[in-house]
């Protein structure tokens, strides 16, 4: 089993964060007239970036050492800054949010076709084609 996720790597992991946003933009435009509501959105970058890190990463030898890592959020989520402020205090604007919701579904697709192409060279291989 090692040695399949060593030959898909990070896609795994990607593709549920890539779903996890999806879902996150879905919320947005789900809450796009509640008053108050802040939207939200992953920081994709900087979640693959500490998963790359937790790999590589330094440990203190002491505990008298400080941490030079910044704390982020595990799950990665950020609140959006919008362009225009609502009076409600919504910070939703349906034309960003849609707009992000088809280029993350965009790029779900794309991984998921990248994956597909992987798994099917991994079958022929095995398969002696």
Do not use: C, W
Request: proline share 2%; charged share 20%.
């Amino acid at each position: 089993m090692n040695l399949l996720n060593n030959m898909m790597g990070l896609q795994e992991q990607t593709l549920q964060l890539k779903a996890r946003r999806l879902e996150v933009i879905a919320q947005n435009i789900a809450n796009a007239d509640t008053p108050n509501y802040k939207a939200r959105d992953i920081d994709f970058k900087a979640v693959l970036g500490a998963t790359q890190q937790q790999e590589t990463a330094m440990e203190a030898t002491k505990s008298g050492h400080y941490s030079s890592a910044q704390t982020m959020s595990p799950d990665g989520m950020r609140f959006r800054t919008p362009f225009n402020t609502s009076f409600d205090g919504n910070t939703v604007e349906m034309s960003l949010e849609q707009a992000q919701y088809g280029k993350a579904a965009g790029d779900y697709q794309a991984t998921l076709n990248f994956l597909q192409s992987r798994i099917g060279g991994i079958r022929k291989a095995l398969k002696g084609e």
